[in-house]
């Protein structure tokens, strides 16, 4: 970069960073990519074509190209970076990125950006992720890297999908979904491969199916299935742990009552000498129905009725 004499404000010559030549050389280069990119057009066709052939190269490949993360006691499922990656690759006449634009005590901020030459459209995409534990402490170095990462990631996925519409990849995501459970198998094989690899991880049977709100494997679907390999690739990109990926105790209780347990106690009732109330004695109707233990409040409200 070449360096000019001007005047500043006292009216004094000093030494600045000539610009211009640097515009220059940025135009040119942008001009050439927008004329090589209508010279030689993108062809649909061979886009989808490659596309989904490197999508759906192996069920390893093709799970990676889903992601699934639990939330409020459901798991959201979408497309993975990893498919927009091949996105980028096939579409052509096209440049994208992503970077760390700002961090501080909390939070981690990255960007991502995709330019469609041949279309003369581009997109940019700002992420932020929290980089502090339950507790308000911030992450140590290592943690606040795979943190970045994850944004970075995040991010251009994002822009990617903004300048490749839904409408060219969908049935591309949707064979890639299909094969990530495995080609050839039948449903009893391809649930009990999944439930090996999650026993490989850490994962016991029944935290899987827990996380699923299924009684046994043999009511895991094909949903399920896709859901499950959707974890692995949020585990891999965001570098959780089992127990972190598969646990619900976020989530709310839904539909009706929870069921007491026949041994569990009936607490914070305390006696009075003005007798039981309506509700307090269908309460003791109640626990003695299903053989529950007598508090020694509750005797107490017993003797103070008699």
């Known amino acids: ?34 004329t090589t990119a209508k010279k030689y057009p993108r062809s649909m066709r061979r886009f989808k074509n490659s596309a989904l052939e490197m999508a759906t190269m ?78 308000g402490k911030t992450f140590n170095d290592d943690m606040i890297q795979v943190t970045g990462r994850a944004a970075c990631a995040i991010a251009l996925r994002e822009a990617i999908f903004k300048i490749v519409p839904r409408a060219l990849w969908n049935e591309i995501y949707e064979q890639a979904r299909i094969t990530s459970i495995g080609k050839g198998l039948t449903m009893q094989a391809q649930r009990d491969k999944c439930m090996a690899w999650w026993k490989k991880a850490g994962a016991t049977e029944s935290q899987v199916l827990q996380f699923l709100s299924r009684q046994g494997i043999e009511e895991v679907t094909i949903d399920d299935l896709i859901t499950l390999r959707g974890l692995v690739t949020t585990m891999k ?19 009706g009552a929870k ?17 039981l109330t309506d509700a307090e004695k269908r309460a003791i109707e109640a626990a003695e129905s299903v053989g529950m233990a007598s508090s020694p409040q509750m005797e107490a409200r017993k003797e103070a009725k008699q």
Not at 6 to 31: M, P, W
Not at 237 to 255: P, Q
Not at 259 to 275: F, R, W
Request: hydrophobic fraction near 35%.
């Open 259 to 275: 069921k007491l347990s026949k041994n569990a106690p009936i607490v914070n009732v305390e006696p009075t000498t003005g007798g």
């Open 58 to 135: 192996s069920e390893d490949v093709a799970g990676s190209c889903i992601y699934a993360l639990p939330r409020a006691g459901k798991s959201i499922e979408g497309p993975s970076v990893r498919l927009a990656e091949i996105l980028g690759a096939s579409y052509g006449n096209m440049s994208y990125g992503s970077r760390i634009v700002a961090c501080d005590k909390q939070w981690i901020t990255a960007q991502g950006v995709c330019y469609d030459y041949e279309n003369n459209v581009s997109a940019c995409i700002e992420v932020r992720r929290r980089i502090t534990d339950k507790n």
């Open 1 to 34: 970069m070449s360096m000019v004499l001007a005047k500043d404000e006292d009216n004094e010559l000093i030494e600045v960073a000539d610009t211009g030549a640097l515009e220059a050389l940025n135009r040119s280069e942008h001009d050439i990519k927008v």
């Open 237 to 255: 990109d965001e570098g959780k742990s089992v127990d972190d990926i598969l646990d619900r105790s976020d989530s709310k209780t839904t539909g």
